[in-house]
């Protein structure tokens, strides 16, 4: 029974996170990866930028993403069906990873399915969404995403890496193995790859290997940077220089309400604790301990951006308070970091109870559970009749941003910092300007000649002014308008 409880009850969650990929609500930077998806439907070799019209690299060209344009070019799926099928990927590598990490660190047999509810529920008692952060809320939305395939090829990852350093007869193929998958995890997501190369670090620190390993190790490394170097998509190593005010604002907010958001999270630090007692070079506390420095230097440094190698801290915390449930040790320990843990998730699951409704929708909810629910966003399928592939949308910065373009339209500022496209600040002040009150019609004139604007999205009334003619009425009071010439 106490091995069954917890996988019939990661078995239910499974469910749910399969019937939410069916459904794949709209919310952050889905947009984003399906305008990625149409770009290289369009063209595997040039792409050029997945948001506005500008031949410029782009991270979000990854290895997965190749995949993903490849399949939606060879079958005529719509970026949408392709993301879904992505999301299956992602799903299944990311639980099969976690099964297969914590394998690695104990052989009780309700292990696996304990870490994996505690990687989903041991969070906050306030909700919180981030690509690469695994909450089950957050992974709701973002499972699609690169992040959560980088995050399951990173636990995959580990567990490799943790038996290779153990045995120093593995052949070069498989250090040479290593080294290319962790330059895809890389490639695919660049802050999920910092989480991954802190755990990869504190598997080979606590193991302590001998100079066999670490003359193998360093050839893996050697693949990975080969690999990163000749990726032709963009240049991985000038994301090094990529620090800037908009990323940093961006990322601040990771630093704020720590507890509420990740409270939960301190019964895994106090089993982390406990291991440490036990064993000064357990894997999992030098996790949590290069984890924190990563971030904390974050913090102090003012990059705030670093804040996303936070998962670098949370998943050794919630697999640490996993194992000690099902640890050595006496019985009535053991129960008693059950009854504390049972808890803990039941106090998680709560807080992220309005997932339900991304299967179920806000009707079907009891009020307290409805009251939870985040409505995903509206799609703009409404403009899809009129505009087509590679028109020029003027459209205010935020969420209209970064949903147009997945219809294959482009916007004239992109909807997320872009390291890579040099006029950037130019592109987001004339959106500025353009939006502002009291701009003269010849102003707005220019602005739209300069960036071959065909279309203007905006909430409003009346006839839109001159220059403009209203085309179409969307959700919300949004409001079509083409340009007239």
Same mark, same amino acid.
Request: charged share 15%.
């Given at each position: 029974?106490?091995?069954?409880?917890?996988?019939?009850?990661?078995?239910l969650v499974l469910v749910l996170l399969l019937r939410v990929v069916v459904r794949l609500p709209w919310a952050g930077d889905l947009g984003?990866?399906?305008?990625?998806?149409?770009? %290289?439907?369009?063209?595997?070799?040039?792409?050029?930028?997945?948001?506005?019209?500008?031949?410029?690299?782009?991270?979000?060209?990854?290895?997965?993403?190749?995949?993903?344009?490849?399949?939606?070019?060879?079958?005529?799926?719509?970026a949408f069906v392709v993301l879904r099928v992505g999301a299956l990927v992602g799903l299944g590598l990311l639980v099969t990873g976690v099964?297969?990490?914590?394998?690695?660190?104990?052989?009780?047999?309700?292990?696996?399915?304990?870490?994996?509810?505690?990687?989903?529920?041991?969070?906050?008692?306030?909700?919180?969404?981030?690509?690469?952060?695994?909450?089950?809320?957050? %992974?709701?939305?973002?499972?699609?995403?690169?992040?959560?395939?980088?995050?399951?090829?990173?636990?995959?990852?580990?567990?490799?890496?943790?038996?290779?350093?153990?045995?120093?007869?593995?052949?070069?193929?498989?250090?040479?193995?290593?080294?290319?998958?962790?330059?895809?995890?890389?490639?695919?997501?660049?802050?999920?790859?910092?989480?991954?190369?802190?755990?990869?670090?504190?598997?080979?620190?606590?193991?302590?290997?001998?100079? =066999?390993?670490?003359?193998?190790?360093?050839?893996?490394?050697?693949?990975?940077?080969?690999?990163?170097?000749?990726?032709?998509?963009?240049?991985?190593?000038?994301?090094?220089?990529?620090?800037?005010?908009?990323?940093?604002?961006?990322?601040?907010?990771?630093?704020?309400?720590?507890?509420?958001?990740?409270?939960?999270?301190?019964?895994?630090?106090?089993?982390?604790?406990?291991?440490?007692?036990?064993?000064?070079?357990?894997?999992?506390?030098?996790?949590?301990?290069?984890?924190?420095?990563?971030?904390?230097?974050?913090?102090?440094?003012?990059?705030?951006?670093?804040?996303?190698?936070?998962?670098?801290?949370?998943?050794?915390? /919630?697999?640490?308070?996993?194992?000690?449930?099902?640890?050595?040790?006496?019985?009535?320990?053991?129960?008693?970091?059950?009854?504390?843990?049972?808890?803990?998730?039941?106090?998680?699951?709560?807080?992220?109870?309005?997932?339900?409704?991304?299967?179920?929708?806000?009707?079907?909810?009891?009020?307290?559970?409805?009251?939870?629910?985040?409505?995903?966003?509206?799609?703009?399928?409404?403009?899809?009749?009129?505009?087509?592939?590679?028109?020029?949308?003027?459209?205010?910065?935020?969420?209209?941003?970064? /949903?147009?373009?997945?219809?294959?339209?482009?916007?004239?500022?992109?909807?997320?910092?872009?390291?890579?496209?040099?006029?950037?600040?130019?592109?987001?002040?004339?959106?500025?300007?353009?939006?502002?009150?009291? =701009?003269?019609?010849?102003?707005?004139?220019?602005?739209?000649?300069?960036?071959?604007?065909?279309?203007?999205?905006?909430?409003?009334?009346?006839?839109?002014?001159?220059?403009?003619?209203?085309?179409?009425r969307g959700p919300d009071g949004q409001v079509l308008y083409a340009v007239v010439r």
């Open positions: 029974m106490r091995v069954m409880a917890p996988r019939a009850a990661a078995a984003m990866h399906a305008a990625t998806v149409e770009r %290289l439907r369009h063209s595997i070799t040039d792409p050029g930028n997945p948001l506005v019209d500008a031949d410029t690299p782009s991270p979000y060209y990854s290895p997965w993403t190749l995949l993903l344009g490849c399949l939606a070019r060879a079958t005529g799926l719509s099964w297969r990490y914590v394998r690695t660190l104990s052989e009780h047999r309700a292990a696996p399915a304990l870490a994996l509810l505690c990687v989903l529920f041991l969070w906050g008692t306030e909700l919180f969404n981030w690509s690469g952060f695994l909450g089950l809320n957050s %992974l709701a939305l973002t499972v699609s995403y690169p992040s959560v395939l980088a995050l399951g090829l990173a636990f995959h990852f580990w567990a490799w890496l943790g038996g290779a350093v153990r045995r120093a007869d593995e052949g070069w193929g498989v250090w040479c193995g290593l080294g290319a998958l962790w330059a895809v995890i890389l490639l695919c997501h660049q802050f999920s790859g910092v989480v991954a190369s802190v755990g990869a670090l504190a598997t080979v620190v606590a193991a302590r290997p001998g100079r =066999v390993v670490w003359a193998r190790l360093a050839v893996g490394l050697l693949v990975g940077v080969v690999v990163l170097w000749v990726w032709p998509y963009y240049d991985f190593f000038a994301l090094f220089g990529a620090a800037g005010v908009g990323l940093e604002a961006l990322h601040r907010v990771l630093y704020q309400d720590l507890l509420g958001r990740f409270g939960l999270v301190w019964v895994g630090v106090v089993a982390l604790g406990v291991r440490w007692w036990r064993e000064r070079w357990d894997p999992l506390v030098l996790f949590f301990g290069l984890g924190v420095v990563v971030v904390g230097a974050g913090w102090v440094s003012g990059h705030y951006a670093w804040g996303r190698a936070l998962p670098a801290v949370l998943i050794p915390a /919630q697999v640490a308070a996993a194992l000690e449930v099902v640890g050595a040790g006496p019985r009535a320990v053991r129960a008693g970091w059950a009854c504390v843990l049972a808890g803990a998730l039941v106090v998680g699951a709560w807080t992220q109870v309005g997932t339900l409704g991304y299967v179920a929708g806000r009707g079907w909810l009891p009020g307290v559970v409805a009251a939870k629910y985040r409505e995903p966003w509206a799609g703009y399928h409404w403009i899809t009749p009129w505009v087509r592939y590679g028109d020029v949308v003027m459209a205010r910065a935020g969420r209209v941003a970064r /949903q147009i373009p997945a219809y294959g339209a482009y916007t004239v500022a992109p909807g997320y910092p872009d390291f890579f496209l040099p006029d950037e600040g130019r592109r987001a002040a004339a959106v500025r300007r353009y939006f502002a009150v009291g =701009v003269s019609v010849g102003e707005r004139a220019e602005i739209v000649r300069v960036y071959g604007v065909r279309w203007v999205v905006d909430r409003g009334v009346g006839n839109g002014g001159p220059g403009l003619r209203v085309v179409a």
